[in-house]
């Protein structure tokens, strides 16, 4: 290989797509010899990538060349945004870690490949859809880190010296980068240890593992019913309790995704079953028991407080949910809740901290009445102190004097509230901070239905981005329903979807639990029978309900979140 050229840039405003964008994109080639300085070529700026030093191959430019046009190779080095153009470079031979030596004295150590972005598409003409093309071509270049300084100059050697041919090549990394190549979290975690990393690479890789360890825990999960044991029942308030329940039969636990339920089956002092979702409160990587927080209103509720102590044994179904973090992101996450609603945040918070250092800032927001209703407060200021990146904000809609001695804010939390409070919010990339706009974080939402639809419909209207805002309803329990029998099988039937399975009543799953079971994506949100979203026509048969629906679902219609078989034979037109 060879030092063909030396090219350096200094970030400057362009225009790209009608927004002005601060880039040192456009590159100029360096007459005569130049020093490489551990922060790279002497003169060179970069407006947000970290990497040091970008090279690329001088066979790249006959490539593009010839699929895009000459307007490319009459353009001269730096085109695409290199700092050295070298002859003979190959990304399907270096691996992260090899060393090179260019001239006499400057060694550069492999860190990454290039990650495109839409700055490559302005720059070669082309419609952003050309950057996954750039991507998958494997012809995107390397980053290098600066290893030992010195002088180089175009016509320099440029040789391996060492080789770390146990790492992935740079070809191979983009591809684990871009997704195109499975590749397990165990791999992903040695990936992410390696010291001389791009940190753009480690960005992407980051988002990868941990969407990778959130999917379901298939090794270690169970179906139907499994025996659990109160390891403890703690007073949070006067009213809400947490539950810490065990795995009776002491095997492993599955990974959950912070956020998701879990559903108990108990037996109140009389007898009665009672079958309820609730959210995990916690979170651990690898969870040895499960925790949940309920507050005491009516039914389910109120018999769990009152026949479930310490000692007690309760049935569980898996975790399930879809209301969970998404811990793919790089962006602040920002937890809103109101009430007993803080339950799946709390699992939230715990989760986004368990990245680690340099994670994105976490905001957590909670409404009560006041301190008297404040559930897991202490457990939360407890989490705030141990971590920088955190603050929770908590406000008192009706606070007592006696309230005036913990930090709150009076009133309700409104929408021009929450925003004012997160503009601040900025991420860390590579020591430099970037202001996020509030539209573009993550918000999570949990609590009753009026707080929810009214915080929502004025976030929207004032510009959220309905893709960022995500919502978990807290819904009263439902009343009782008397005078219906069960059967001990069925045949359920989802027509649209051509899939047929057995219920049994030993099992008791609803018929929204019936058709996850098989994969099938069906609409629900409350899981309550409060808002209808899961309502489904009836082709032929009837259902039951333990719990009297409090939405009131049409003729010859079906809530499935609650719903279970009441004849033989049940088809939906799902």
């Not at 010291?195 to 139907?224: E, F, M, N, V």
């Given at each position: 290989?060879?030092?063909?050229?030396?090219?350096?840039?200094?970030?400057?405003?362009?225009?790209?797509q009608g927004?002005?964008?601060?880039?040192?994109?456009?590159?100029?080639?360096?007459?005569g010899?130049?020093?490489?300085?551990?922060?790279?070529?002497?003169?060179n700026?970069?407006a947000?990538?970290?990497?040091?030093?970008y090279?690329?191959?001088?066979?790249h430019?006959?490539y593009?060349?010839?699929?895009?046009?000459?307007?490319?190779?009459?353009?001269?080095?730096?085109?695409?945004?290199?700092?050295?153009?070298?002859?003979?470079?190959?990304?399907?031979?270096?691996?992260?870690?090899?060393v090179l030596l260019?001239?006499s004295?400057?060694r550069?150590?492999?860190?990454?490949?290039?990650?495109?972005?839409?700055?490559?598409?302005?720059?070669?003409q082309?419609p952003?859809?050309?950057?996954?093309?750039f991507a998958?071509?494997?012809?995107?270049?390397?980053?290098?880190?600066?290893?030992?300084?010195?002088?180089?100059?175009?016509?320099d050697?440029?040789?391996?010296?060492?080789?770390e041919?146990?790492?992935?090549?740079?070809?191979t990394l983009?591809?684990?980068?871009?997704?195109?190549?499975?590749?397990?979290?165990?791999?992903?975690?040695?990936?992410?240890a390696?010291?001389?990393?791009?940190?753009?690479?480690a960005?992407?890789?980051?988002?990868?593992?941990?969407?990778?360890?959130?999917q379901?825990?298939?090794?270690?999960?169970?179906?139907?019913?499994?025996?659990?044991?109160?390891?403890?029942?703690?007073?949070?308030?006067?009213t809400?309790?947490?539950?810490?329940?065990a795995?009776?039969?002491?095997?492993?636990?599955?990974?959950?995704?912070a956020?998701?339920?879990?559903?108990l089956?108990?037996?109140?002092?009389t007898?009665?079953?009672?079958?309820?979702?609730?959210s995990?409160?916690?979170?651990?990587?690898?969870?040895?028991?499960?925790r949940i927080?309920v507050?005491r209103?009516?039914?389910?509720s109120?018999?769990?407080?009152?026949?479930?102590?310490?000692g007690?044994?309760?049935?569980l179904?898996?975790p399930?949910?879809?209301?969970?973090?998404?811990r793919?992101?790089?962006?602040p996450?920002?937890?809103v809740?109101?009430g007993?609603?803080?339950?799946?945040?709390?699992?939230?918070?715990?989760?986004h901290?368990?990245?680690?250092?340099?994670?994105?800032?976490?905001?957590?927001?909670?409404?009560?009445?006041?301190?008297?209703?404040?559930?897991?407060r202490t457990?939360?200021a407890?989490?705030?102190?141990?971590?920088t990146g955190?603050?929770?904000?908590?406000y008192?809609?009706?606070?007592?004097p006696?309230?005036?001695?913990?930090?709150?804010?009076?009133g309700?939390?409104?929408?021009?509230?929450?925003?004012?409070?997160?503009?601040?919010?900025?991420?860390?990339?590579?020591?430099?901070?970037?202001?996020?706009?509030?539209y573009?974080?993550d918000?999570?939402?949990?609590?009753?239905t009026?707080?929810?639809?009214?915080?929502?419909?004025?976030?929207i209207?004032?510009g959220?981005?309905?893709?960022?805002l995500?919502?978990?309803?807290?819904?009263p329990?439902?009343?009782?329903?008397?005078g219906?029998s069960g059967?001990?099988?069925a045949?359920?039937?989802?027509?649209?979807?051509?899939?047929?399975?057995?219920?049994?009543?030993?099992?008791?799953?609803?018929?929204?639990?019936?058709?996850g079971?098989?994969?099938?994506?069906?609409?629900?949100?409350?899981?309550?029978g409060?808002?209808?979203?899961c309502?489904?026509r009836?082709?032929e048969?009837?259902?039951?309900?333990?719990?009297a629906p409090?939405?009131?679902?049409?003729?010859?219609h079906?809530?499935l979140?609650?719903?279970?078989?009441?004849?033989?034979?049940?088809?939906l037109d799902?």
């Amino acid at each position: 290989m060879h030092l063909v050229a030396v090219c350096t840039g200094k970030t400057r405003a362009v225009e790209i797509q009608g927004s002005t964008v601060q880039t040192a994109y456009l590159k100029a080639q360096v007459r005569g010899p130049c020093r490489i300085g551990l922060a790279g070529p002497e003169g060179n700026e970069t407006a947000v990538h970290p990497d040091t030093v970008y090279a690329i191959a001088l066979e790249h430019y006959d490539y593009w060349t010839q699929r895009l046009g000459s307007h490319i190779s009459q353009s001269g080095y730096g085109y695409f945004a290199e700092n050295l153009t070298i002859a003979g470079l190959d990304e399907q031979a270096l691996h992260v870690g090899d060393v090179l030596l260019i001239g006499s004295t400057v060694r550069l150590i492999v860190t990454g490949p290039r990650i495109p972005c839409f700055k490559v598409a302005w720059r070669m003409q082309q419609p952003q859809a050309f950057v996954r093309d750039f991507a998958e071509s494997g012809r995107t270049g390397v980053y290098f880190a600066v290893l030992q300084p010195g002088m180089i100059e175009a016509g320099d050697t440029v040789e391996v010296i060492h080789r770390e041919s146990a790492n992935p090549t740079v070809a191979t990394l983009g591809a684990v980068a871009r997704g195109a190549v499975e590749i397990t979290t165990a791999a992903l975690a040695r990936l992410l240890a390696l010291p001389c990393l791009s940190k753009t690479a480690a960005l992407l890789l980051g988002g990868i593992y941990y969407r990778l360890l959130d999917q379901p825990d298939h090794t270690r999960h169970w179906d139907g019913w499994r025996d659990f044991v109160v390891l403890d029942v703690k007073d949070e308030t006067d009213t809400v309790k947490s539950f810490e329940l065990a795995p009776a039969d002491a095997k492993p636990l599955p990974r959950f995704a912070a956020g998701q339920y879990v559903t108990l089956q108990f037996a109140d002092r009389t007898g009665q079953e009672f079958v309820r979702p609730w959210s995990l409160s916690s979170y651990s990587r690898e969870p040895e028991s499960f925790r949940i927080t309920v507050k005491r209103e009516q039914h389910a509720s109120a018999a769990l407080h009152a026949a479930i102590h310490k000692g007690a044994t309760v049935k569980l179904r898996p975790p399930n949910g879809q209301f969970k973090l998404d811990r793919s992101r790089v962006m602040p996450v920002v937890l809103v809740a109101a009430g007993i609603g803080v339950t799946p945040l709390l699992s939230m918070a715990r989760a986004h901290l368990d990245r680690g250092p340099g994670t994105a800032p976490l905001r957590l927001f909670h409404c009560v009445r006041n301190g008297a209703a404040h559930p897991l407060r202490t457990e939360i200021a407890e989490l705030q102190s141990s971590h920088t990146g955190f603050k929770a904000r908590f406000y008192y809609s009706q606070p007592r004097p006696e309230d005036a001695q913990t930090p709150h804010e009076a009133g309700r939390l409104t929408a021009e509230r929450l925003i004012a409070a997160v503009a601040d919010l900025q991420i860390e990339f590579a020591g430099k901070m970037i202001p996020v706009p509030w539209y573009e974080i993550d918000m999570y939402l949990c609590g009753p239905t009026p707080f929810l639809e009214q915080m929502h419909a004025d976030l929207i209207q004032r510009g959220a981005r309905p893709e960022r805002l995500k919502m978990e309803y807290f819904m009263p329990h439902a009343r009782p329903q008397r005078g219906q029998s069960g059967i001990p099988q069925a045949t359920v039937r989802f027509a649209r979807s051509g899939t047929q399975t057995s219920w049994r009543q030993s099992e008791n799953s609803t018929l929204l639990q019936l058709g996850g079971a098989l994969g099938l994506d069906l609409p629900f949100s409350c899981r309550s029978g409060y808002c209808g979203s899961c309502q489904c026509r009836i082709v032929e048969g009837e259902v039951r309900y333990e719990y009297a629906p409090l939405y009131d679902a049409p003729p010859a219609h079906a809530l499935l979140c609650c719903a279970r078989p009441a004849s033989p034979v049940l088809i939906l037109d799902a």
